[in-house]
């Protein structure tokens, strides 16, 4: 079935540093993928999506983009603020097994500090 | 507009006994998703309902339910609560089947199992 496998945390970086947070899956055709934040006690909120190969999402200064050939859909920002401090979660859903339920990574914590 | 809703926030409820949490959608949205979220299993899928009949279910006993209403609202029912029942659910409603459409979550509800 499909399955999402994000970098574990916790991840520290320093203000205006750059961010990689890895993302890679596992689904046959083409899914769509996603990027959730969910910041403390809140529930998730959607940061960005692409629906197909090559697609770019991009949100805040948030980018990702759908890599058919490494079925990857990593998370980058080229400047962290303090605010961004929340936790990441990669999903996907669909692909040929059709209308399918969000899969979810374990989610990745980030942690900026000033 | 009005976000998704979940009652009640907070809740602790003693082994043994039963709960009901509610899910009031975003207004037109037909689509209900629940997730279980706890810190060693992440995200996990329980249900979704759309116009009132249950879509897709995840892998999770019997004691977990689920129901929408004509207006959309969703109620999940957990019976007989185990400690591991500890978790924060989360609602999730969409225009569309999830997948298709961007899900949008609610804030959760945090039960605690004693």
Known sequence: GNSVTQMEGPVTLSEEAFLTINCTYTATGY????????????????????????????NKGFEATYRKETTSFHLEKGSVQVSDSAVYFCALSGGDSGNTPLVFGKGTRLSVIA | K??????????????GQQVTLSCSPISGHRSVSWYQQTPGQGLQFLFEYFSE?????????????GRQFSNSRSEMNVSTLELGDSALYLCASSLEATGIAEAFFGQGTRLTVV
């Open chain 1, 31 to 58: 899914p769509s993928l996603f990027w959730y934040v969910q910041y403390p006690g809140e529930g998730l909120q959607l940061l960005l999506k692409a629906t197909k190969a090559d697609d770019k999402g991009s």
């Open chain 2, 53 to 65: 009949t249950q879509r897709n279910k995840g892998n999770f006993p019997g004691r977990f339910s």
């Open chain 2, 2 to 15: 009005a976000g998704v809703t979940q009652t009640p926030r907070y809740l602790i409820k003693t082994r």
